[in-house]
């Protein structure tokens, strides 16, 4: 399984701060985000960066592996 | 003596945080600080209460990672960078950075990028509660 964690105002889109979702043999980052666009799509209009397993990530052709946890994120804003 | 890079639920001290940057080097010459409020009013509304929300292990790891780059760039002595989460009142402390430089302008030009490259690097979200309703906050450029 891929675990997806999202946070703030994503979270409150999805409606749940973690989905998971089924792990496939080559499966890449943008197959995972396409699978919840289609599902969340008012989530995805805010998203703009995405993690793997703690660090930013900006090729989206990047492999996932079985355990990999993802996390699609909206523009920051602390401070 | 507590960590230099923390994320918090409750409030922070001024005075032991600079005491703690104070007593890492006595060739500090100049510390600047930055502190973060809750502000009662934005965008033509009042405003009661900030929740933050915040990824938290990668947060820290991206604010750990900033005061060792400001340490870096600034030649500075130490630096430190606190930020609240979970529910704050308005009128609250929010954020706090500090850093100590053997001279002033140093300290004051790390003190002015860490702030501005938090709010850019650190996956912090705010949602302002007010009398009317909740929203999550657009960042400002």
Known sequence: MIRVQFFGPVAERVGACEVQVAFKA?????????????????????????????????????????????????????? | MRDPVRLQQ?????????????????????????IGCARDFSEG????????????????????????????KFALLDARIVHRV???????????????????APALQACHWLIDELKQRVPIWKKEITPQGEAWVTPHP
Do not use: W
Not at chain 1, 28 to 57: M, S, W
């Open chain 2, 10 to 34: 409750e409030d922070f001290s001024l005075d032991e945080e600079v005491a703690a940057l104070r007593a890492s080097s006595k060739r500090m010459g100049g510390i600047a600080t930055f």
């Open chain 2, 45 to 72: 509304r009042k405003v009661t209460q900030i929740s933050f929300d915040a990824y938290g292990s990668m947060a820290l790891a991206e604010m750990n990672k900033l005061r060792d780059e400001a340490i870096a």
């Open chain 1, 26 to 79: 080559g499966m890449r980052l943008q197959d995972v985000r396409e699978q919840l666009k289609t599902k969340y799509p008012a989530a995805f209009e805010i998203v703009c960066f995405a993690a793997v397993n703690g660090e930013h990530v900006r090729d989206m052709s990047l492999p996932l592996q079985e355990g990999s946890e993802v996390v699609f994120m909206s523009k920051f804003s602390g401070g």
């Open chain 2, 86 to 104: 979970g529910m704050v009142r308005a009128g609250e402390q929010i954020v706090f950075i500090a850093a100590g430089a053997e001279h002033r």
